[in-house]
């Protein structure tokens, strides 16, 4: 077996290297295992503790960065969103610069099904996809607006269409005019029964219902 210090032990014996007894540091120095006792300065008797404090800083010199102040960046303020003020803001911008768009309204809804449906939000917000049947639901309740938003979007896929518009209505004639329908409607595009044919939706232009109705991307 190959044994490269076994020489070291020979040498040893015949004194021709000697073993140091001190540890040695990574660098090769001996460590110093005495033990220093530093002493500290003694404090003068019966001073207070602040005068004890400055005669324990007397010595302490500014680095002079110290000095600078410290710029505090103000307290982020968070507001409830208020959608009478939103609506009141986006009603002055209409009137102001003739336009609004419908996606900076508190009444907007969008929404991506389909893992890639994010990609053709704004093409279908702003009108691009060409809308080749429409749906109302004015009048109907739950139940029976669910049942036929399935066969009309069941019979547009089977018809080869990509985009509809469903009219769903504000629920200005609801209950506290809650828009029911509007809320519902996200709710049902995503169930895993319609998933599987419904990319995206967006609310629709105003020429076409604004908030009052949505956009929906089918599959072929």
Known sequence: M?????ILEQWVREGRIHLSHEPLRASGEAVDDEVRDFTHAEFPEGLSDQELFEFAMREVRSLGWSAVPLHNRPPVEIQAQDEEQDALRALEEFVREGNVEIEHTAEYIEGSVHPHGRLYLDDLRSGRFSVQ??????GLNLQDARFVLEEFLFESVRAGFTSVRVIHGRGRHSHKHHPVLKENIQRWLCTRRMSRHVIAYTSARRCDGGGGAVYVLLRK
Do not use: E, R, V
Not at 133 to 138: K, M
């Open 133 to 138: 049947a429409h749906l109302d639901l004015h």
């Open 2 to 6: 190959d044994k490269p210090f076994a």
